[in-house]
């Protein structure tokens, strides 16, 4: 069954951001051209439509509360420049980013960033990283999410969204590193996750999805060294060209619906197999020379879900393997599962690479 639940995204616009002589980042709202010592000052202070930028560096703060209706932006310098730091052990009370009932739309947007080291551990619900509640819509964009941990039976150590009407999005992100007894994420409502790249190491799944939440993974790679998903009460779930390793045990009523995806056991116009990675072992989940996944996927339904022109390497997005047949759908037949693009070699004599 395909699904048509598709939405777009913002547009962002990269400002400039400098760090200062020590190497702590600078946080700069440019909008009102004012200067801060914390994110929680620069979103204290901020109107609708602000821009907030950070610079390179490494931010140690946590439990930032965005304040209720105001939508902004934050840009930091890169995912791998721009880091928020929560403290981990150290500081093991609260997630990085609250944003429980603040009611921000798709107007915010947070892009270029890591989040890394959140911790919540005192009660047996912990959310690592990010707690998304009520009527509240976020964009993520080349954000990671490393290192977060959880607590409890039912925790999440990267977020928890819970939700019934808005969905949050998140592009080209990464999450990597989590730990808790019970999952990397819980989804509780919609939400969008397009050309990302999921590692689960809790110790029972990667993403547990509840109640009548019905999120959608496109060209996202969700690996689990025990279940990938897990469905409960009348969740459902829709991935599109999407690579799944790990099980996915669906309870009660819970749905998976998969098209144009690679996974053990799919059935239709899926592909039963697993794919080969570059070097999982090393943390390279690109697909390798010969790989299942590999130009065939839907483009018309990526494009549809506001999929970018460059993949999660900020490598070129449709690029035809030679050696592979193509049997995909939609203008261009050789879009890859997963969030990565495979980057054949160039024809031989080929001068301008294309």
């Known amino acids: 069954m395909k699904s048509s639940i598709f939405a777009g995204v913002s547009a962002v616009v990269v400002l400039a951001a400098t760090a200062d002589v020590a190497g702590a980042p600078t946080i700069d709202n440019v909008t009102q051209v004012t200067s801060h010592v914390t994110l929680q000052d620069a979103l204290n202070n901020a109107a609708n439509g602000d821009a907030i930028v950070i610079g390179a560096g490494t931010l140690a703060e946590d439990n930032i509360d965005f304040p209720v209706g105001v939508d902004v932006t934050i840009t930091g310098a890169g995912s791998g ?5 929560g403290g ?15 009611a921000q739309t798709r107007d915010t947007v947070i892009s270029g960033l890591t989040l890394i080291n959140g911790t919540r551990t005192t009660d047996s619900s912990g959310r690592g990283a990010l707690w998304i509640v009520g009527a509240t819509s976020p964009v993520f964009i080349d954000v990671r999410f490393l290192n977060s941990s959880g607590s409890g039976a039912s925790g999440a150590a990267h977020m928890e969204i819970v939700s019934a009407t808005s969905a949050p999005r998140f592009e080209r992100c990464e999450f990597r590193g989590g730990f808790d007894a019970f999952s990397d994420m819980i989804v509780r409502g919609p939400a969008e996750f397009v050309q990302c790249l999921m590692i689960g190491s809790s110790q029972t799944q990667a993403v547990a999805v ?5 999120p959608l993974f496109v ?8 279940r990938a998903f897990l469905l409960r009460e009348t969740a459902q779930v829709s991935i599109v060209n999407t690579v799944l390793e790990g099980t996915v045990l669906t309870l009660d ?6 098209d144009r995806s690679l996974f053990s056991g799919a059935t239709g116009n899926n592909i039963d197999g697993v794919a080969t990675f570059v070097d999982a072992v090393g943390g390279d989940y690109r697909l390798a020379t010969g790989s299942l996944g590999i130009d065939m996927g839907d483009e018309t339904a990526y ?24 049997t995909g759908t939609g203008i261009v037949s050789y879009l890859d599962a997963g969030p990565y693009e495979y980057q054949s070699a160039p024809c031989d004599g080929d001068a301008n690479g294309d």
């Open 81 to 85: 420049l721009t880091f928020i730091d």
């Open 88 to 102: 981990g052990a150290a500081n093991p009370d609260n997630p990085i980013l609250d944003m429980r009932n603040t």
């Open 303 to 326: 494009s549809a879900a506001g999929g970018s022109v460059g993949d999660l390497d900020s490598n070129l997005r449709l690029r035809d393997d030679p050696s592979t047949a193509d």
């Open 219 to 226: 060209n996202t790679t969700v690996v689990h060294p025990n």
């Open 210 to 214: 509840r109640d009548t939440a019905s």
């Open 253 to 258: 009523s819970g749905i998976i619906n998969a």
